[in-house]
C-alpha cells in the first residue's frame, strides 16, 4: 500500500472568477418566480372553490366566515390568544 502525501504549502488557492448571469438565466428565473406565482394561484382558487362548497355551520366550525375565505388562504388566520377567529375583530 503506497500513501501520497501532498505539499499544501505550495498550492495556492485561485480567486473564483465571477460572472453576471447570461440573459438565458435571467429568463429562466423570471419564468420560474412566474410559475410559482400561478401555480400558487391555483391552489389558492382550488380551496377557495372547496370551501365555498362547505355550507356556512362546517365554515363556522373552523373559524371561518363564508366572506373570509379569500382573506384567509391569502394571508392566513390571525391567532391570537384568546382570539374566536373573528376577522372584524380588533
Known sequence: ?????FDTASI???PAIRRRPSLGLK?????????????????????AWQLEEMPDHMLSDIGLARGDID???RNGRPWRDG??????QG
Not at 31 to 47: N, P
Not at 83 to 88: C, F, K, N, P, R
Open 1 to 5: 500500500m503506497s500513501t501520497m502525501t
Open 12 to 14: 495556492r488557492s485561485v
Open 27 to 47: 429568463i429562466l428565473a423570471g419564468l420560474s418566480v412566474v410559475g410559482s406565482a400561478l401555480a400558487r394561484e391555483l391552489r389558492i382558487r382550488k380551496a
Open 71 to 73: 382573506y384567509a388562504l
Open 83 to 88: 382570539d374566536s377567529g373573528g376577522y372584524g
